[in-house]
Nanobody, 123 residues
Framework: QVQLVESGGGLVQAGDSLRLSCAAS????????MGWFRQAPGKEREFVAN???????SYTDSVKGRFTVSRDNAKNMVYLQMSSLKPDDTAVYYC?????????????????WGQGTQVTVSS
């Protein structure tokens, strides 16, 4: 069983930076693909970024160049560094883990989810 706990959310102004962290339990962390998703009010949850076990990364177009996903396998941690934040980035951000070899951007490809952390960007 894998448990994920996000932290680092908060209220920031447009243009600011914020780093989200996700602490993972479980022996298989180092081989799992870790993803970040977000859900804005009134919208469906959407893919933000992921990083696989060899640190290949993928991003949704709206965050490319602004967000960076990374992982520390020794600490069972995954991070989402967010910069040049915009009001449209306001959402609950979720950390997720997949056991698939090459997961993509679909929620159903991720078996484990955290409880989410709120990010609010004011204009």
């Amino acid at each position: 069983q894998v448990q994920l706990v996000e932290s680092g959310g908060g209220l920031v102004q447009a243009g600011d930076s914020l780093r989200l962290s996700c602490a993972a339990s479980g022996r298989t962390f180092s081989t799992q693909t870790m993803g970040w998703f977000r859900q804005a009010p009134g919208k469906e949850r959407e893919f933000v970024a992921n990083i696989n076990w060899i640190r290949t990364t993928s991003y949704t177009d709206s965050v490319k160049g602004r967000f960076t996903v990374s992982r520390d396998n020794a600490k069972n941690m995954v991070y989402l560094q967010m910069s040049s934040l915009k009001p449209d980035d306001t959402a609950v951000y979720y950390c997720a883990a997949s056991n698939l070899v090459v997961p993509g951007a679909l929620e159903q490809q991720y078996a484990y989810w955290g409880q989410g952390t709120q990010v609010t960007v004011s204009s």
